[in-house]
Every structure is written in structure tokens, then in C-alpha cells.
């Protein structure tokens, strides 16, 4: 069956094509800088009114393009090495078989009943990442959810679609998120989490439109295998389950150590303020002790490790190419340029209209600046302002950022948490798009009329 007459290039090809496309920006547009002060939390914030067009031009060279990259993967080294390290750690967990049994337990009891599989994953990612700001802790689990859908004959873009819609409803729908919301409140001198009730409200419709899209993609690969968006790709191919499934002491003893290496993260991140160094030694320590509990020898381990890593060098790649972008923007000076372009035409728009606009900007912003808080400290000094001139509250500016960074964290190719994601599942992009691109289109319907009645009933 003939799927498309277009035929997509390669993620490395199209991450390389969006940097000349970014390079070339950095020749077109007037190069300018917002000045900036620190805040209390020692981040840069931009001081509205103050951009200032630069006398000379940044002139980067084709050579650029080539530089870039190394720095770009310095510059993401933490979540790379995260990735790679959970390529590993899973590959061993894998070996011991004990996956494979906890999976062929779990479809004997719940098989028929794939739609609360999606509802609860949807529903835990979601609430996770609107409360505590997950993201990056969600790969992990990637491989896990990947053999559950497959065993119920759905394939993988069903279970990186549970995982990536569920948070990325959850950040832009945020409840108390400390990374987005309480910063951009902070910036807009908001109370933090303030506005609760509204967002609350908003979770039922979104999450229902989230839900109606993933559910009904699964029934149909459910009803049709071929009509899986990557049927055809055998990277998107999980293995085939070991030949031994049952729940052996061994096998229960690597199932605790991963249980409780999953509460270690959960606990570490919520009060030990745990990041991707922490993270990452946890599932190093995993690798060496669930390996050892499996009854591995230290050899196997280290070996099936490496394979495991190896296996993620090319999503390794993705993550790096895609911060190449912002780079190669900021080294031209021409990223505040963009920000006071698109921004300076709200304040002669109604109120209504403003804040759609405001989401169309952050929208489109969000591809320069995949960072939830990087995007809040540039774009908030500005939106909330111009909010004030038009009639647009600040916390309706805000939830206007909320959605434009949140929703558009699903599709964008310079998230490197998506690309991760999306790599470990051996999915190519052009096939995520294909997915994603009719709920991100619904969505943003959502969100723009969730804004206007935020205008309307004067949203504080």
C-alpha cells in the first residue's frame, strides 16, 4: 500500500535543512539585543522597551553550520548522556526477562481492556507533568509502554502518543508546573499558582480531545495493523518477546530493584531537587544490580550495556542538531529580533484578538526556544505589558504562554525531550508529524477559544 507520494528525508536531513534555514536568518535579519537583569533566582530576564538594533552585523560563515554541532551536543551533554545511560540500563532489565514476564502477566489480566491503559497513562503523565514539571523522567518508561501497547495489538506511536500527549496536555494546562507557570507568574508579578480554578476547568476539555485522538488512532491499528503509521519501519519494530515469561524469584527480584529505582527518581525529584546527574547514577546503579539480581555475569552486563547505549547514539545525534538551531540564532544576535518583531503588533489589536495572537507567537517561538523557563524569561516581559495596553490580563498572558510551550512541546523537532522519545521508539519524524499535527491543529482551536472566554470573563 502506497502511503504518501512525498516522501519525508531522513530526521538528520531535516533537523540540517531547518539550521541552514536559521543560518540564512541570521544573514536577513537586523541584528538586537533587549537588555536584561538578573532576578532573585539568578536567572536573565529581557526589560521591555529597551531593544536596540545593533550598529554591526554577526556575519556567521557556512562554517558555522559544522561548528555548531559540537558545541550544541556539549550544551545538551546532560539529557544525551541521560538517554544513553537508560539505553543501557534498559537493555539489561530486558535480558533478564523480566520485562517480558511482568508484560505477559499484565495482558492475561487486562488484554481486553486497551482504552484504560491509554485513559491512566494519558492520565499519570498528564498530572505529573502539570504538577511537578516532568518531562525528561518520562523516557524510561518509553520501552515499557511500547511492549504493553504492542501486546494488545496496538504499535508504538500509540504508546509514545500516551506518554507525549498526556505531557504535553499536562504542561499546558499546568496546574502549579514550577518550571512554566509558577516562572511565568513570578515574571508577570502574579501570585504563584493563581488562576487554578480556570485551568482546572480547562484539563476536561483538553484532556478529552487528547484522549479522543490517541484512542481512536489505536482501535484503528487495532481493527487494521497496516494501518499503523509505521508498519513499514522496522526500527518502530519492538523485539519479539523471549521464549520464557514466567515470573520467576529472580525475575520479581529485578522487577523490585526497578520499582524501587522508580520511587528513588519520583522521591529524589520532588525533595531532593534531583536532576539528570542524580537520575541518570540511578539507572547506572540499576543496570549493575538489576543485571546481578537476573543472575547476569558482570561481563553480559557490561557488554548488553554498551549494545543498549549504542543503540540511542543516533537519537544522541537528533538531540544535539536540534539545539544546533537556537545556537546558531542566538551567535547571530537576531533571537530578540524575532521576539520584538512578532510581538510589537499585539498592542494594536482588540483584546480578544491579542491574546490569540499571543499564542500564535509563542507558538511559534517555542521552536527557537524548546525551554519552557528560557521561553518565559524572554517572552513574558513583553506579553504581559502589552497585555496591560490592550486589555488582556496577565494571567490570561500567561495561560496564552502556557499553551503556546506546553502544546507545541509535541511537535516541535528542537525539543529534545521529543526526540528522545521518539528515537528510543525508532520512530521517524515525519511519522510523529503525521500523527500529532491533526490534535496540535485542534488543540490550538481549544486554546484560542479557551482564551477569548478568558478575556471575556475577565480571567485574574
Not at 487554578?196 to 485522538?213: N, S
Request: aromatic residues 8%; proline residues 5%; hydrophobic residues 55%.
Amino acid at each position: 500500500m502506497t502511503r504518501s507520494r512525498l516522501r519525508m528525508p531522513h530526521t538528520l536531513v531535516l533537523m540540517f535543512g531547518m539550521m541552514v534555514v536559521a543560518l540564512v536568518l541570521t544573514w536577513l535579519l537586523p541584528a538586537g539585543e533587549f537588555a536584561t537583569e538578573m532576578t532573585e533566582s539568578g536567572r536573565e530576564m529581557v526589560v521591555p522597551g529597551t531593544y536596540e538594533a545593533f550598529d554591526e552585523q554577526p556575519r556567521l560563515s557556512p562554517w558555522a553550520l559544522f561548528t555548531v554541532v559540537p558545541r550544541a551536543l556539549a550544551d545538551a551533554q546532560g539529557i544525551i548522556f541521560f538517554v544513553l545511560i537508560i539505553g543501557g540500563a534498559l537493555a539489561v532489565i530486558r535480558k533478564t526477562g523480566a520485562i517480558d514476564a511482568l508484560l505477559d502477566l499484565v495482558i492475561r489480566r487486562f488484554g481486553r481492556l486497551p482504552w484504560l491503559l491509554i485513559l491512566a497513562g494519558m492520565l499519570t503523565f498528564g498530572i505529573a507533568s502539570a504538577t511537578l514539571g516532568m518531562a525528561e523522567e518520562y523516557i524510561p518508561f518509553a520501552a515499557i509502554l511500547i511492549a504493553l501497547c504492542v501486546s494488545m495489538r496496538m504499535d508504538t506511536v500509540t504508546a509514545i502518543g500516551i506518554m507525549v500527549v498526556g505531557y504535553g496536555i499536562g504542561y499546558g494546562v499546568a496546574l502549579i508546573n514550577p518550571f512554566t507557570l509558577l516562572i511565568a507568574q513570578e515574571v508577570a508579578e502574579l501570585q504563584p499558582g493563581s488562576g487554578m480554578g480556570y485551568r482546572a476547568l480547562l484539563w476536561i476539555p483538553f484532556f478529552a480531545v487528547g484522549f479522543h485522538h490517541v484512542w481512536r488512532y489505536a482501535r484503528r491499528v487495532q481493527a487494521d495493523p497496516a494501518a499503523s503509521l509505521v508498519a513499514d519501519v522496522p526500527s518502530a519494530q519492538p523485539p519479539e518477546p523471549a521464549d520464557q515469561t514466567d515470573l520467576t524469584t529472580r525475575r520479581i527480584l529485578v522487577l523490585t530493584a526497578t520499582l524501587a529505582a522508580l520511587a528513588a527518581l519520583v522521591l529524589g525529584i520532588a525533595l531532593a531537587g534531583w536532576y539528570l546527574v542524580e537520575l541518570g547514577a540511578v539507572f547506572l546503579l540499576l543496570a549493575v544490580v538489576a543485571g546481578l539480581f537476573g543472575g547476569l555475569q558482570l561481563d553480559k552486563i557490561a557488554e548488553t550495556f554498551t549494545r543498549g547505549a549504542a543503540e540511542l547514539a543516533g537519537t544522541a545525534m537528533l538531540i544535539g542538531f536540534a539545539r544546533s538551531i537556537a545556537l546558531l540564532l542566538e551567535d547571530g544576535l537576531v533571537l530578540h529580533t524575532i521576539v520584538n518583531s512578532l510581538a510589537t503588533p499585539l498592542g494594536q489589536l482588540p483584546a480578544e484578538l491579542s491574546a490569540v495572537g499571543m499564542l500564535g507567537i509563542q507558538s511559534l517561538l517555542n521552536l527557537f526556544i524548546p525551554s519552557g523557563s528560557g521561553q518565559a524569561f524572554v517572552t513574558m516581559p513583553l506579553m504581559a505589558p502589552i497585555g496591560d495596553l490592550v486589555g488582556v490580563s496577565r494571567q490570561v498572558s500567561v495561560l496564552a504562554f502556557q499553551f503556546g510551550d506546553g502544546l507545541m512541546n509535541m511537535i516541535v523537532p528542537t525539543n529534545p525531550v521529543l526526540m528522545s522519545i521518539i528515537g528510543l521508539a525508532g520512530i521517524p519524524y515525519e511519522r510523529w508529524f503525521r500523527f500529532i499535527f491533526p490534535l496540535i491543529l485542534k488543540l490550538l482551536v481549544v486554546s484560542a477559544l479557551a482564551l477569548v472566554v478568558a478575556v471575556q470573563i475577565g480571567y485574574q
